[in-house]
C-alpha cells in the first residue's frame, strides 16, 4: 500500500533556530502534499498545499515566510519551520494524494518541541 | 463559514454497545468524504471513504458510513464496539474542485471492558 515516511518523529529545537521537516512517499508519486499542524486534542488544521515544482498554497493565517515549504521532487516535500518560538511547539502531520487511489495517506508526524 | 462539524466530542460506551459519530459539511456541490482514525500515539488510518455511488460505505474493522445528500451528512456507524475501538475519530471533506482535505473537530471515542 501507499506509505508516507515523515522524519524525524521528534525534534527539539531552541528558540531562533530553524528545522526542517521531510516527507517522503515511498512507493508512489505524489503530486501534491499537504501540511497540517494539530493541537494537543484538536483536529488537524491545514497549512498549506504543496504542489510539485511550483510555490506551495497557503491557508489563511498561516505565515508563509515562516513555514517555508519546497517540494522540488514527485516523491519529497520539505517543510521548514524559520526563526522557531516556543508557540510554534505542536504536532506536523504531512499527507500525500495518491492519485490512482484517490486516497491520502498520512505521515507519522513529528512533535516540535522549542525551548 | 464553510466547515465540517462533528457533533460529539467525546464518547463513552461499553464494549458491544452501538456506535454513531454524526458528521456534517457545509460545503456545496461535490464532495469526497472520509472517516479517519488515529489510535493513541498512531498516525492517521483511512477507515472508509465515499466518492460516487452506494450512499452507505463499508470500511475496515467493521464500520460503515452512510452520505445522505439532503442532510450534508456522512455518520459513522458501528453495530458493537470493542474495547479496541478506543481512538480519535475524524471525519474530513474534499469540497468539489479542490484537493485539500478538511477535518472535523474529531470524537474522541472511550470504550470500556
Known amino acids: 500500500g501507499a506509505v508516507v515516511s515523515q522524519h524525524p518523529s521528534r525534534v527539539i529545537c531552541k528558540s531562533g533556530t530553524s528545522v526542517k521537516i521531510e516527507c517522503r512517499s515511498l512507493?508512489?508519486?505524489?503530486?501534491?502534499m499537504f501540511w497540517y499542524r494539530q493541537f494537543p486534542k484538536q483536529s488537524l488544521m491545514l497549512m498549506a498545499t504543496s504542489n510539485e515544482g511550483s510555490k506551495a498554497t497557503y491557508e489563511q493565517g498561516v505565515e508563509k515566510d515562516k513555514f517555508l515549504i519546497n517540494h522540488a521532487s514527485l516523491t519529497l516535500s520539505t517543510l521548514t519551520v524559520t526563526s522557531a518560538h516556543p508557540e510554534d511547539s505542536s504536532f506536523y502531520i504531512c499527507?500525500?494524494?495518491?492519485?490512482?487511489?484517490?486516497?491520502?495517506?498520512f505521515g507519522s508526524g513529528t512533535r516540535l518541541t522549542v525551548v | 463559514a464553510q466547515s465540517v462539524s462533528q457533533h460529539n466530542h467525546h464518547v463513552i460506551l461499553s464494549e458491544a454497545a452501538s456506535l454513531e459519530l454524526g458528521c456534517n459539511y457545509s460545503?456545496?456541490?461535490?464532495?469526497?468524504l472520509f472517516w479517519y482514525v488515529q489510535y493513541p500515539g498512531q498516525h492517521l488510518q483511512l477507515l472508509l471513504k465515499y466518492f460516487s455511488g452506494d450512499p452507505l460505505v463499508k470500511g475496515i474493522k467493521g464500520f460503515e458510513a452512510e452520505f445522505i445528500k439532503s442532510k450534508f451528512s456522512f455518520n459513522l456507524r458501528k453495530p458493537s464496539v470493542q474495547w479496541s475501538d478506543t481512538a480519535e475519530y475524524f471525519c474530513a471533506v474534499t469540497p468539489g474542485g479542490y484537493n485539500k482535505l478538511i477535518f472535523g473537530a474529531g470524537t474522541r471515542l472511550a470504550v470500556h471492558p
Open positions: 512507493d508512489f508519486q505524489a503530486t501534491t
Open positions: 499527507s500525500a494524494r495518491n492519485v490512482q487511489g484517490y486516497g491520502y495517506t
Open positions: 460545503y456545496g456541490g461535490t464532495v469526497n
